[in-house]
């Protein structure tokens, strides 16, 4: 009896120690320890010196952390088992030992920002499941690779971020397709799309092109960023007849009847001036040009002549907020152009008769109204009545904080419950969640769709403490958009649709205006304004001829020749001294032996690439080209100019050289080529 | 003396005499061992588990020992005040040593007066030579001299939590 | 085992535990049955099963704890409200009623007046003696029976509370099959020696087990009935 | 002579020491003097009677479930004051300590399972105890006032338990208590008070997660362990630990 009470007793002990036992050996296993072994092996195999080799190898194994109490007391382990990220002599290492590549902020600051910040997870784990945040309940896991630069966007909130290019590509197409007129977003709150407005449909569209178009506009044009709305066909009648019924604003309407009585003009001159004046800048017909204002391929079967010609003459005029310059075409000009599009850029498969002038009914185009106001079209098309309607889409502002839990997947139980994949669908095919849903398809690209979720995970409302906002644009440049008379010339020609002036501008043109008065001399720039020919011939958009008047052009020559300047850039590189004969020959030397001749012109040969330096002298001022030289990628990091590290002497012989270059062959200099 | 019995004597219960062949005390006494020798070990194992325990495995705080910078950042005859440490960097012709900037009597910040070349503490007014050693003033023992040594990199690293006797000047 | 001649006071008074008293009616024998029992020496029988019992405990739950991680969720956000929103385990039978009765009866009520009912267990006038149901007399129980019958169903049923008045109804049958002594069957003899705490208790039991299996494991979003394995998606 | 290195001898010399008998006043030796003394004299035994019934001793007399949830109770209080040294009552820190024990500390994980299961398998323990209790009859005199603090220290395990399920300050956490303290508010008159109280204001918050805090490790505690050291006490002065009725003893009509 009692025996087996001893036994019993002596059994229970023996499991009781090896149970407990059990506890802190499962802890002295732990997986990292596994990683630690295995990194030192590698360090110490690459190590560059035997002592350091050592060194490594005799490492401890512990825990290894970043932690920054000013910045949300974040720790992140991650180096725990990435420990080879700050090493260089580890760069190649198989994962997870690798050295991080070198970015603006890594290796350099990797103690500022940690690593969760950027790439999600869940810092505080020890474990790789946990740590990549895989797991349930860790709400943001590891950000897929692709989405990366999202984590940029959460600081740098500009439209471009430098180093980001999926991130800025994925913010201006979501300005180009006017994601904010649906949504409201932090920072857009002022958005207004470029779409145009329906004031004059009447007098300007066919019914039977509307209804073409309401079906697919993509269709019709592949530019178009009008989005596939699901529209039922009963819907789409009363949409046409309350568009067709309103009437147009009487100041619009007397354009164009007046323009309708006007003669037609000369399709044949009318293609020659479209060609001058550089239309496909902006503009496609049949395949060339930019895609940044409206394809014109088929316009003819679209528009009524004489809406296009009211609208070229004065295009403010139709929509205030039109990127499109007003030319100084004279009266004929502008009915040859509009001859020119009216009747060679249309369908000739569609029959040339005219259409019938479209009859609305009163009670259809009562119910247009609601389907105009269910689809949120007044969203981009400004409509009369309709400017206080809220933002019929939810709000964007925070979306990269979302959880999981509240995200609705609807139908699409084929994704991977991620915030990533729902975004990407919900961008994608938005109609595949449930029936009914009122956005619109955008049939976006793989890479499009990308760049848009990158630019949508990025609308973080965590913020970051005031020492990691990024430095903002460098404060000795202009960065406000002129105002008073040069501002309304600025806004006759649109030069900001092309141009960028400090944040503001389009980016179609390489050629920014913020320091443009520091780079070119104010001589050259009123000849160009009058008479704008081709710099670089590689490029597709070309400053359009406005035909500008002589008064104008000189204003804003002036203007950009004493507001436009970037104080550290020097206006003469030669401290107000002529060059040196020396100088410009030992200039000319440098030029041959770098070969820079394989991207410029000079006098009759050269590369097509750059762009020509035969009139440099008269273009650009000395003290430019010499900042230029000293660093080329210094505004641009795309610019294809080499960085060759040119010494201090070497810079300002090769700007003697090249700011000799005239193309008035008064130079003796300029002769010898 | 007899209450002084072992307990294995005493866990040989009564009533079970019957189990009366020799071999089967040593039994007995096997059994009491093991079952109270694998409780205490099971004990003393979780004892020690539980003071691992207690013992963090990570720190939220600055870590007593810093990377002072290269060699060559201190040429002979610089005094290097690290102020967010509270260390002086000396180095002199016999190389270079640290010490702790926080005065012996009262813990104030010491500061290093350069044309008289001493250390003093602006509280009580104690006065110490280059060596730490106490020159005047209330301060009861001489500053601390703290260990210097070098990492991986080859940068000095000052440990603020090791110190060492005066005089152990670091050569390198 | 029946004794006329003994009439065993049970004493309420503290000092006097554990002693009864036994009253000896003149005309009867003296000797009075008696149970001695066999002791032992508290140490060692006694504490090494203590011992052994606390090393089990301890195996168990270790073991327990080395294979399967205590819960951790995502932090709280009192803006996001899971759904469905559960109290522990041992509130569920509580939060279940919650969901058939008003608050006040759900969540005061009745839990106040079980544990009233568990402490009076011990101080009732029909608790003082074991008395099987059945010792009352056939008419009583039945009666007894037909009212609370006639006010618990419609009661229930008010409240479409099925999960309480199923188990009420079951432990009413079972007092109904059950006889009393002596009788042939041996389970419904059994069942007739069951005394009414008795009954009331297991009643309990197995409400609150029933309400606490339900509101753990079928009930999913919104308080609704699910089936166990649709719970952790 | 080899005997001499052998444990029985260093044993025999340590326990006959000085120090050793100014602890421990007597040996265990073979007599029913000295295993009487064993639980006279030792302070943690003494609640015990020096005899025990054999019968008792027997698993089917009492399950040992009341002492389960001592042990349990033990493993709690072991398990519960080393995580103590790792835990702030604070928000967030509390949700981030649980992160910090299930990553960086060692067996912090293991630990914490233990205290939970532990704390799951009490309130199961316990209440199995009472049921047993009840069908066993052993709540009848004169054990009733035994039975009355068994009540209590369900209720105050219940209470621990519940009050400890706010600590990792999780979703599991905030909601289960926002969800039991929104059924006291149904209370009468002091539902909104009672909860105002509990919770230190009218959301789960900072202020909740202190008091559940001290409840949980001081207040508590303290209370359970001497209701608990009282309730073992009076098994002993009740007439030690009583066991299935017996046969005959439910049908004695003597008993009336």
Same mark, same amino acid.
């Given at each position: 009896?009692?025996?087996?009470?001893?036994?019993?007793?002596?059994?229970?002990?023996?499991?009781?120690?090896?149970?407990?036992?059990?506890?802190?050996?499962?802890?002295?296993?732990?997986?990292?320890?596994?990683?630690?072994?295995?990194?030192?092996?590698?360090?110490?195999?690459?190590?560059?010196?035997?002592?350091?080799?050592?060194?490594?190898?005799?490492?401890?194994?512990?825990?290894?952390?970043?932690?920054?109490?000013?910045?949300?007391?974040?720790?992140?382990?991650?180096?725990?088992?990435?420990?080879?990220?700050?090493?260089?002599?580890?760069?190649?290492?198989?994962?997870?030992?690798?050295?991080?590549?070198?970015?603006?902020?890594?290796?350099?600051?990797?103690?500022?920002?940690?690593?969760?910040?950027?790439?999600?997870?869940?810092?505080?784990?020890?474990?790789?499941?946990?740590?990549?945040?895989?797991?349930?309940?860790?709400?943001?896991?590891?950000?897929?690779?692709?989405?990366?630069?999202?984590?940029?966007?959460?600081?740098?909130?500009?439209?471009?971020?430098?180093?980001?290019?999926?991130?800025?590509?994925?913010?201006?197409?979501?300005?180009?397709?006017?994601?904010?007129?649906?949504?409201?977003?932090?920072?857009?709150?002022?958005?207004?799309?470029?779409?145009?407005?329906?004031?004059?449909?009447?007098?300007?569209?066919?019914?039977?092109?509307?209804?073409?178009?309401?079906?697919?506009?993509?269709?019709?044009?592949?530019?178009?960023?009008?989005?596939?709305?699901?529209?039922?066909?009963?819907?789409?009648?009363?949409?046409?007849?309350?568009?067709?019924?309103?009437?147009?604003?009487?100041?619009?309407?007397?354009?164009?009847?007046?323009?309708?009585?006007?003669?037609?003009?000369?399709?044949?001159?009318?293609?020659?001036?479209?060609?001058?004046?550089?239309?496909?800048?902006?503009?496609?017909?049949?395949?060339?040009?930019?895609?940044?204002?409206?394809?014109?391929?088929?316009?003819?079967?679209?528009?009524?002549?004489?809406?296009?010609?009211?609208?070229?003459?004065?295009?403010?005029?139709?929509?205030?907020?039109?990127?499109?310059?007003?030319?100084?075409?004279?009266?004929?000009?502008?009915?040859?152009?509009?001859?020119?599009?009216?009747?060679?850029?249309?369908?000739?498969?569609?029959?040339?008769?005219?259409?019938?002038?479209?009859?609305?009914?009163?009670?259809?185009?009562?119910?247009?109204?609601?389907?105009?106001?269910?689809?949120?079209?007044?969203?981009?098309?400004?409509?009369?009545?309709?400017?206080?309607?809220?933002?019929?889409?939810?709000?964007?502002?925070?979306?990269?904080?979302?959880?999981?839990?509240?995200?609705?997947?609807?139908?699409?139980?084929?994704?991977?419950?991620?915030?990533?994949?729902?975004?990407?669908?919900?961008?994608?095919?938005?109609?595949?969640?449930?029936?009914?849903?009122?956005?619109?398809?955008?049939?976006?690209?793989?890479?499009?769709?990308?760049?848009?979720?990158?630019?949508?995970?990025?609308?973080?409302?965590?913020?970051?403490?005031?020492?990691?906002?990024?430095?903002?644009?460098?404060?000795?440049?202009?960065?406000?958009?002129?105002?008073?008379?040069?501002?309304?010339?600025?806004?006759?020609?649109?030069?900001?649709?092309?141009?960028?002036?400090?944040?503001?501008?389009?980016?179609?043109?390489?050629?920014?205006?913020?320091?443009?008065?520091?780079?070119?001399?104010?001589?050259?720039?009123?000849?160009?304004?009058?008479?704008?020919?081709?710099?670089?011939?590689?490029?597709?958009?070309?400053?359009?001829?406005?035909?500008?008047?002589?008064?104008?052009?000189?204003?804003?020559?002036?203007?950009?020749?004493?507001?436009?300047?970037?104080?550290?850039?020097?206006?003469?590189?030669?401290?107000?001294?002529?060059?040196?004969?020396?100088?410009?020959?030992?200039?000319?030397?440098?030029?041959?032996?770098?070969?820079?001749?394989?991207?410029?012109?000079?006098?009759?040969?050269?590369?097509?690439?750059?762009?020509?330096?035969?009139?440099?002298?008269?273009?650009?001022?000395?003290?430019?080209?010499?900042?230029?030289?000293?660093?080329?990628?210094?505004?641009?990091?795309?610019?294809?100019?080499?960085?060759?590290?040119?010494?201090?002497?070497?810079?300002?012989?090769?700007?003697?050289?090249?700011?000799?270059?005239?193309?008035?062959?008064?130079?003796?200099?300029?002769?010898?080529? | 003396?007899?209450?002084?019995?072992?307990?294995?004597?005493?866990?040989?219960?009564?009533?079970?005499?019957?189990?009366?062949?020799?071999?089967?005390?040593?039994?007995?006494?096997?059994?009491?061992?093991?079952?109270?020798?694998?409780?205490?070990?099971?004990?003393?194992?979780?004892?020690?588990?539980?003071?691992?325990?207690?013992?963090?495995?990570?720190?939220?705080?600055?870590?007593?020992?810093?990377?002072?910078?290269?060699?060559?950042?201190?040429?002979?005859?610089?005094?290097?005040?690290?102020?967010?440490?509270?260390?002086?960097?000396?180095?002199?012709?016999?190389?270079?040593?640290?010490?702790?900037?926080?005065?012996?009597?009262?813990?104030?910040?010491?500061?290093?007066?350069?044309?008289?070349?001493?250390?003093?503490?602006?509280?009580?007014?104690?006065?110490?030579?280059?060596?730490?050693?106490?020159?005047?003033?209330?301060?009861?023992?001489?500053?601390?001299?703290?260990?210097?040594?070098?990492?991986?990199?080859?940068?000095?690293?000052?440990?603020?939590?090791?110190?060492?006797?005066?005089?152990?000047?670091?050569?390198? | 085992?029946?004794?006329?001649?003994?009439?065993?006071?049970?004493?309420?008074?503290?000092?006097?535990?554990?002693?009864?008293?036994?009253?000896?009616?003149?005309?009867?024998?003296?000797?009075?049955?008696?149970?001695?029992?066999?002791?032992?020496?508290?140490?060692?029988?006694?504490?090494?099963?203590?011992?052994?019992?606390?090393?089990?405990?301890?195996?168990?739950?270790?073991?327990?704890?080395?294979?399967?991680?205590?819960?951790?969720?995502?932090?709280?956000?009192?803006?996001?409200?899971?759904?469905?929103?559960?109290?522990?385990?041992?509130?569920?039978?509580?939060?279940?009623?919650?969901?058939?009765?008003?608050?006040?009866?759900?969540?005061?009520?009745?839990?106040?007046?079980?544990?009233?009912?568990?402490?009076?267990?011990?101080?009732?006038?029909?608790?003082?003696?074991?008395?099987?149901?059945?010792?009352?007399?056939?008419?009583?129980?039945?009666?007894?029976?037909?009212?609370?019958?006639?006010?618990?169903?419609?009661?229930?049923?008010?409240?479409?509370?099925?999960?309480?008045?199923?188990?009420?109804?079951?432990?009413?049958?079972?007092?109904?099959?059950?006889?009393?002594?002596?009788?042939?069957?041996?389970?419904?003899?059994?069942?007739?020696?069951?005394?009414?705490?008795?009954?009331?208790?297991?009643?309990?039991?197995?409400?609150?087990?029933?309400?606490?299996?339900?509101?753990?494991?079928?009930?999913?979003?919104?308080?609704?009935?699910?089936?166990?394995?649709?719970?952790?998606? | 002579?080899?005997?001499?290195?052998?444990?029985?001898?260093?044993?025999?010399?340590?326990?006959?020491?000085?120090?050793?008998?100014?602890?421990?006043?007597?040996?265990?030796?073979?007599?029913?003097?000295?295993?009487?003394?064993?639980?006279?004299?030792?302070?943690?035994?003494?609640?015990?009677?020096?005899?025990?019934?054999?019968?008792?001793?027997?698993?089917?007399?009492?399950?040992? *479930? /009341?002492?389960?949830? @001592?042990? &349990? !109770?033990?493993? #709690?209080?072991?398990? +519960?004051? %080393? =995580?103590?040294?790792?835990?702030?009552?604070?928000?967030?820190?509390?949700?981030?300590?649980?992160?910090?024990?299930?990553?960086?500390?060692?067996?912090?994980?293991?630990?914490?399972?233990?205290?939970?299961?532990?704390?799951?398998?009490?309130?199961?323990?316990?209440?199995?105890?009472?049921?047993?209790?009840?069908?066993?009859?052993?709540?009848?005199?004169?054990?009733?006032?035994?039975?009355? *603090? /068994?009540?209590?220290? @369900?209720? &105050? !395990?219940?209470? #621990?338990?519940?009050? +400890?399920? %706010? =600590?990792?300050?999780?979703?599991?956490?905030?909601?289960?208590?926002?969800?039991?303290?929104?059924?006291?508010?149904?209370?009468?008159?002091?539902?909104?008070?009672?909860?105002?109280?509990?919770?230190?204001?009218?959301?789960?918050?900072?202020?909740?997660?202190?008091?559940?805090?001290?409840?949980?490790?001081?207040?508590?505690?303290?209370?359970?362990?001497?209701?608990?050291?009282?309730?073992?006490?009076?098994?002993?002065?009740?007439?030690?630990?009583?066991?299935?009725?017996?046969?005959?003893?439910?049908?004695?009509?003597?008993?009336?």
């Amino acid at each position: 009896m009692t025996n087996r009470l001893r036994v019993v007793f002596a059994t229970s002990s023996v499991v009781f120690l090896v149970v407990l036992a059990a506890a802190p050996l499962k802890n002295a296993l732990r997986e990292y320890h596994g990683y630690q072994r295995e990194y030192r092996r590698l360090a110490a195999e690459r190590a560059p010196s035997a002592r350091l080799a050592r060194a490594v190898a005799s490492r401890p194994d512990r825990i290894e952390q970043i932690w920054n109490p000013g910045f949300g007391n974040r720790v992140d382990r991650c180096v725990t088992c990435h420990q080879g990220v700050s090493e260089p002599t580890l760069a190649g290492a198989p994962a997870p030992f690798g050295f991080h590549s070198e970015t603006a902020h890594t290796p350099v600051d990797l103690d500022q920002f940690g690593c969760v910040f950027c790439h999600g997870g869940q810092g505080l784990a020890t474990t790789a499941a946990e740590a990549h945040g895989l797991t349930r309940h860790w709400p943001t896991p590891l950000l897929p690779s692709v989405y990366l630069e999202a984590s940029c966007g959460r600081c740098h909130r500009g439209a471009q971020a430098s180093e980001a290019p999926r991130l800025s590509k994925g913010r201006q197409l979501m300005e180009r397709y006017a994601c904010y007129s649906c949504h409201l977003a932090r920072g857009y709150e002022a958005y207004t799309a470029e779409a145009p407005s329906l004031s004059a449909t009447p007098l300007k569209l066919r019914a039977s092109w509307v209804r073409a178009w309401l079906k697919d506009p993509k269709a019709l044009n592949a530019n178009a960023r009008m989005p596939r709305f699901r529209i039922e066909p009963g819907e789409t009648d009363a949409l046409i007849n309350y568009l067709f019924s309103r009437p147009p604003a009487v100041e619009l309407a007397s354009r164009i009847e007046a323009a309708a009585t006007e003669p037609p003009g000369d399709a044949a001159k009318g293609e020659v001036l479209f060609r001058e004046s550089r239309c496909i800048s902006c503009h496609t017909v049949e395949g060339k040009g930019n895609d940044s204002a409206p394809e014109l391929s088929l316009v003819g079967s679209k528009a009524s002549r004489a809406w296009l010609l009211a609208f070229v003459r004065d295009p403010s005029a139709f929509n205030p907020r039109t990127p499109m310059p007003a030319f100084d075409f004279t009266p004929e000009e502008a009915r040859d152009i509009a001859a020119y599009l009216s009747e060679e850029l249309r369908d000739f498969s569609e029959p040339a008769q005219q259409e019938s002038p479209f009859q609305p009914n009163q009670r259809l185009a009562e119910e247009g109204r609601k389907v105009f106001l269910k689809y949120g079209c007044f969203g981009c098309h400004p409509m009369e009545g309709m400017s206080g309607q809220e933002k019929i889409g939810p709000e964007l502002s925070a979306l990269a904080d979302k959880k999981v839990s509240s995200l609705d997947f609807g139908r699409r139980s084929d994704l991977p419950k991620t915030l990533a994949a729902w975004v990407g669908a919900k961008v994608t095919e938005p109609s595949s969640f449930a029936p009914g849903l009122k956005m619109p398809t955008f049939s976006l690209q793989t890479e499009e769709v990308t760049s848009v979720v990158t630019a949508l995970l990025s609308l973080s409302g965590e913020g970051v403490p005031d020492e990691y906002q990024p430095i903002s644009a460098s404060p000795n440049r202009v960065t406000a958009v002129p105002a008073g008379d040069v501002g309304r010339l600025f806004d006759r020609y649109r030069c900001l649709s092309c141009h960028i002036v400090g944040a503001s501008g389009g980016d179609i043109s390489t050629a920014p205006l913020t320091f443009e008065g520091s780079k070119v001399t104010r001589d050259w720039l009123e000849s160009y304004l009058l008479t704008p020919y081709t710099i670089r011939g590689i490029l597709p958009e070309r400053m359009p001829f406005f035909r500008m008047n002589a008064g104008d052009a000189k204003r804003i020559a002036d203007y950009i020749a004493d507001v436009f300047l970037d104080d550290s850039i020097p206006s003469d590189a030669f401290g107000g001294r002529p060059p040196a004969q020396e100088e410009v020959a030992a200039g000319e030397r440098t030029y041959t032996r770098l070969g820079c001749n394989s991207c410029h012109i000079l006098g009759q040969a050269g590369g097509y690439y750059g762009p020509p330096l035969s009139d440099a002298g008269d273009r650009l001022k000395s003290g430019w080209i010499a900042y230029w030289l000293e660093n080329p990628q210094r505004w641009r990091e795309d610019v294809r100019c080499p960085n060759y590290g040119l010494s201090r002497e070497q810079i300002v012989e090769l700007t003697a050289f090249v700011s000799t270059r005239h193309k008035i062959a008064a130079d003796p200099a300029a002769g010898s080529q | 003396m007899s209450d002084n019995g072992s307990i294995e004597k005493a866990l040989e219960l009564q009533g079970d005499g019957e189990a009366g062949d020799g071999s089967s005390v040593d039994r007995r006494t096997f059994l009491t061992r093991i079952g109270i020798g694998a409780c205490a070990a099971a004990c003393g194992g979780a004892g020690a588990v539980a003071l691992d325990f207690i013992h963090p495995k990570v720190l939220f705080e600055p870590s007593p020992s810093f990377v002072a910078g290269r060699r060559s950042l201190f040429p002979e005859g610089t005094v290097f005040f690290e102020r967010e440490k509270k260390v002086y960097i000396i180095a002199d012709s016999r190389g270079v040593y640290a010490m702790s900037a926080v005065c012996t009597h009262l813990g104030c910040i010491t500061r290093f007066r350069s044309e008289s070349r001493v250390i003093a503490c602006p509280c009580h007014g104690s006065v110490f030579n280059m060596e730490g050693d106490v020159m005047g003033g209330p301060a009861p023992r001489s500053l601390p001299w703290l260990e210097v040594r070098l990492n991986e990199r080859e940068e000095l690293v000052v440990d603020t939590s090791v110190i060492i006797p005066a005089g152990t000047v670091f050569k390198a | 085992m029946k004794d006329e001649s003994l009439d065993i006071v049970e004493s309420a008074d503290p000092m006097s535990v554990p002693k009864r008293v036994a009253l000896v009616r003149p005309d009867l024998s003296l000797a009075v049955p008696r149970r001695r029992e066999e002791q032992v020496t508290t140490f060692p029988h006694l504490i090494v099963r203590e011992v052994i019992l606390l090393q089990w405990v301890v195996i168990l739950i270790a073991l327990a704890s080395l294979f399967w991680d205590a819960p951790l969720e995502g932090i709280a956000d009192p803006l996001e409200t899971p759904n469905p929103a559960k109290a522990p385990w041992y509130f569920l039978g509580l939060q279940e009623l919650l969901h058939y009765f008003p608050p006040v009866v759900a969540g005061v009520l009745i839990p106040t007046l079980v544990v009233i009912a568990l402490i009076i267990i011990p101080y009732a006038r029909v608790n003082r003696a074991p008395v099987a149901l059945w010792s009352w007399g056939s008419k009583r129980v039945t009666i007894g029976l037909l009212s609370l019958t006639i006010v618990v169903v419609p009661l229930l049923s008010l409240f479409h509370c099925w999960v309480v008045l199923v188990p009420t109804l079951a432990c009413e049958a079972l007092i109904g099959l059950s006889r009393p002594l002596p009788h042939p069957g041996r389970l419904r003899a059994w069942l007739g020696l069951r005394t009414l705490p008795q009954w009331i208790m297991t009643w309990f039991v197995i409400v609150a087990c029933l309400l606490t299996i339900i509101g753990t494991f079928f009930r999913g979003p919104g308080w609704s009935l699910v089936w166990p394995w649709e719970i952790s998606l | 002579m080899r005997i001499e290195l052998s444990p029985s001898v260093w044993w025999y010399a340590l326990s006959r020491s000085e120090l050793w008998r100014s602890i421990i006043r007597h040996g265990v030796t073979d007599s029913s003097r000295n295993r009487s003394l064993a639980i006279f004299q030792n302070f943690f035994l003494h609640m015990h009677p020096v005899k025990v019934r054999r019968k008792a001793l027997e698993v089917r007399h009492t399950y040992y *479930l /009341g002492g389960i949830s @001592l042990a &349990l !109770t033990a493993i #709690l209080a072991a398990s +519960g004051i %080393l =995580l103590m040294f790792y835990y702030h009552p604070s928000v967030p820190e509390a949700y981030m300590d649980m992160k910090e024990l299930q990553f960086t500390v060692d067996i912090g994980t293991f630990l914490r399972n233990m205290h939970r299961w532990s704390a799951h398998a009490m309130v199961l323990v316990v209440f199995l105890h009472m049921l047993r209790v009840f069908y066993h009859g052993a709540f009848r005199p004169p054990r009733q006032f035994n039975w009355v *603090l /068994g009540v209590v220290l @369900l209720t &105050l !395990t219940l209470l #621990l338990s519940y009050t +400890g399920y %706010l =600590l990792p300050w999780d979703q599991l956490a905030y909601w289960a208590v926002t969800v039991g303290t929104n059924m006291v508010r149904a209370t009468p008159v002091l539902g909104e008070r009672i909860r105002f109280l509990l919770l230190g204001g009218n959301i789960v918050g900072a202020n909740a997660l202190i008091r559940f805090y001290v409840l949980h490790c001081v207040a508590l505690p303290l209370l359970l362990v001497l209701i608990a050291a009282l309730h073992i006490w009076r098994v002993r002065k009740d007439g030690g630990v009583k066991g299935p009725l017996a046969e005959d003893e439910e049908t004695l009509e003597v008993y009336r």
